[in-house]
């Protein structure tokens, strides 16, 4: 079970965290991702964290303004974003797979078993 929260209004090059709360299974068992899908387009990967948080990747849209982590003695992975834009203006979602599942990308919808529901990020210029 996860849970996105942080989401919001806010204004060209400000800074928003995005939290994803997990529940129901051993976290630290979960590489975590994050994508977004903006108004009528199709989802996209954000970036993605690693079971111990060592390995991060991040869509090439990133540019450095974001950065992923992840707490496990709280459940919770944190995606931190600076210097937002209006394109940034997305449903955001974290996803979970479980470690066993190896030989892919994390940058994949289909690499990720479980979902929550997303939080809305609108960026006004």
């Known amino acids: 079970h996860l849970v996105e929260s942080g989401g919001g209004l806010v204004q060209a090059g400000d800074s928003l965290t995005l939290s994803c709360a997990a529940s129901?299974?051993?976290?630290?068992?979960?590489?975590v991702g994050w994508f977004r899908q903006p108004p009528g387009k199709a989802r996209e990967f954000v970036a993605s964290v690693s079971w111990a948080g060592g390995t991060k990747a991040y869509a090439d849209f990133v540019q450095g303004r974001f950065t992923v982590s992840r707490d496990n003695s709280k459940s919770t992975a944190t995606l931190l974003m600076n210097s937002l834009r209006p394109d940034d203006t997305a449903v955001y979602v974290c996803?979970?797979?479980?470690?066993?599942?190896?030989?892919?990308?994390?940058?994949?919808?289909?690499?990720?078993?479980?979902w929550g529901k997303g939080t809305l990020v609108t960026v006004s210029s």
């Open positions: 996803a979970a797979r479980p470690i066993s599942r190896t030989g892919v990308s994390g940058r994949n919808y289909l690499d990720y078993d479980y």
């Open positions: 129901g299974h051993t976290f630290s068992n979960y590489a």
